[in-house]
């Protein structure tokens, strides 16, 4: 069984562009979280999806968007790209519970 | 703001003693914590949970222990193996069970063999 697969492992983007990383559920599991996690910090949450809607969002900008498709699977969109935009992405699924909060490996974004 | 911190940000232990990482919370609204594991170059592994109903809470080599009172959250580690180096975080959860996860810095654990 497939745990949280994220895609790409690693992106390089120049300052300005516009990104957008890809994060399939582990199975069974409905509900898709997204987390930026900083070079020596902990993982600090965007936002979460359920039901293909945006179900609560952390203290991020609008840059910061999401989707998530019919097949629970979830897309993070940021614009504008800064500097600051650099960091660990992590997705997370859990089970229509709420419990069982499973991450993926992550996505190694760099801005330059 | 509400936060969830670590007393140490560092733990160097021989292998084969217990560690023990410790994790306070301000909010006393969260009603599940979770501890994590993070290997460089992964994402947080899932380590135990434990929901406020209950203090204490074992799995393998693990016990998390929950204090309410000084909200307080332990992690407690035995017999600790060189496999165990990795950043320790504690999570805690409110807003229900299907809210997001609010995160502390980090313990790393070293174990020198």
């Known amino acids: 069984d497939a745990g949280v697969t994220q895609s790409p492992t690693h992106l390089i983007k120049t300052r300005g562009q516009q990104v957008t990383l890809r994060c399939s559920p582990k199975?069974?599991?409905?509900?898709v979280s997204w987390y930026q996690q900083a070079l020596g910090q902990g993982p600090q949450f965007i936002f979460q999806?359920?039901?293909?809607?945006?179900?609560q969002r952390g203290n991020f900008p609008d840059r910061f968007s999401g989707h998530q498709f019919p097949n629970y699977s979830s897309e993070l969109n940021v614009n504008a790209l800064l500097l600051g935009d650099s960091a660990l992405y992590l997705c997370?699924?859990?089970?229509?519970?709420?419990?069982?909060?499973?991450f993926g490996s992550g996505t190694r974004l760099t801005v330059v | 703001g509400e936060s969830v911190g670590l007393h140490l940000p560092t733990l160097s232990v021989q292998e084969g003693d217990n560690s023990i990482i410790n994790c306070a919370y301000s909010?006393?609204?969260?009603?599940?914590f979770i501890w994590y594991k993070q290997e460089s170059g992964k994402g947080p592994q899932f380590i135990i949970d434990?929901?406020?109903?209950?203090d204490k809470r074992q799995g393998q080599r693990v016990t998390v222990l929950l204090n309410k009172t000084v909200k307080h959250l332990s992690l407690q580690i035995a017999a600790t193996q060189p496999g165990d180096s990795a950043v320790y975080f504690c999570?805690?959860?409110?807003?229900?069970?299907?809210?997001?996860?609010?995160f502390g810095k980090g313990t790393k654990l070293s174990v020198k063999p």
């Open positions: 997370a699924s859990s089970l229509p519970s709420g419990y069982g909060y499973t």
């Open positions: 199975s069974g599991h409905d509900t």
């Open positions: 999806y359920y039901e293909e809607e945006e179900r």
């Open positions: 909010n006393s609204a969260s009603d599940y």
């Open positions: 434990i929901r406020s109903n209950m």
């Open positions: 999570a805690e959860n409110y807003g229900g069970s299907q809210g997001n996860l609010i």
